[in-house]
């Protein structure tokens, strides 16, 4: 198997910039547990993500996370009681800060790259793969499809950044559901459901570098201006992962959320973010 190319330079350096937020919130890194710092639109895309996996599939169920990051979905998934639950990241910063954020789950985390997990084939009944793939260069995507299926009893869930066609921006490579359903089925394993987050008309408001937020202020300013408002009301986060700058910024992003998020209902989506649930291969049903 081919050796990936390294992650860790993006990954410590988002590590390394939560501990600062979380340093800037008041707690160190021996205060265990934290809680993650979002914004109004990481707490709604969450409890969105959160409903469309059903976590409660993981009861009684051997569990492991690859790419786990600090831990976020594997303490969702520890309230539903799994038999078993592993988290990996080849990053070893957020190793360490998910060992802080899970104090007191009863997880074992490990540092290990997606190419070379270190379990025996058919360890667990459901792999969680999130947000990973995406930044696989295409010559290296088979074979960690074929790590993430061996170590796969049952079910493999995906969630990741897609698109009608190959593409690249950002960093990422946005793939077609259909290239990810053929790669699988080379291992065996075949897609049983796709689903699609409906945030896209919030995540274009609240997230990404390429925000309408300069129509929203020229419209507004000169108002709140009159009316007397801080400037920062005008100001709110330029990124999904970014805290607001100010206390009414956030209070600005939840009140436009509001409004938002019916238009995410009425405008199902079709790509961005996906989960995609494949089912190994059992010998009297494809």
Not at 6 to 13: G, K
Not at 18 to 34: N, T, V, Y
Not at 64 to 93: H, I, M, N, W
Not at 245 to 265: R, V
Request: with cysteine.
């Amino acid at each position: 198997m081919k050796k990936l190319p390294a992650r860790l330079p993006s990954l410590a350096d988002a590590a390394a910039g939560l501990k600062r937020r979380i340093s800037q919130l008041g707690a160190s890194p021996g205060e265990a547990p934290f809680e993650l710092p979002q914004t109004p639109f990481d707490k709604y895309y969450r409890k969105k993500l959160l409903n469309k996996l059903d976590l409660r599939l993981v009861n009684e169920k051997s569990v492991l996370e690859v790419g786990c990051g600090a831990g976020d979905l594997l303490r969702a998934a520890a309230t539903f009681q799994p038999k078993e639950l592993y988290g990996v990241d080849q990053s070893a910063e957020a190793i360490e800060l998910a060992r802080q954020y899970l104090k007191g789950v009863d997880v074992d985390l490990d540092v290990a790259p997606v190419s070379a997990l270190p379990f025996p084939g058919q360890s667990f009944d459901m792999v969680f793969v999130m947000f990973e793939l995406q930044y696989i260069p295409g010559h290296d995507l088979l074979p960690v499809i074929e790590e993430v299926c061996r170590v796969a009893r049952q079910w493999v869930v995906l969630i990741e950044e897609t698109a009608g066609k190959v593409q690249m921006g950002n960093g990422l490579i946005y793939r077609p559901v259909e290239l990810y359903k053929a790669a699988f089925k080379t291992q065996k394993f075949h897609l049983r459901q796709t689903d699609y987050l409906d945030v896209a008309f919030s995540r274009s408001l609240f997230s990404g570098s390429n925000q309408p937020w300069q129509w929203l202020r020229w419209i507004f300013s000169p108002l709140l201006y009159l009316l007397g408002f801080p400037s920062s009301w005008m100001k709110p986060p330029f990124s999904g992962g970014e805290l607001p700058p100010s206390k009414p910024a956030g209070q600005l992003q939840k009140l436009f959320l509001s409004l938002s998020s019916g238009f995410d209902d009425i405008l199902p989506a079709s790509k961005g973010i996906t989960i995609m649930r494949f089912e190994r291969e059992k010998l009297f049903r494809r």
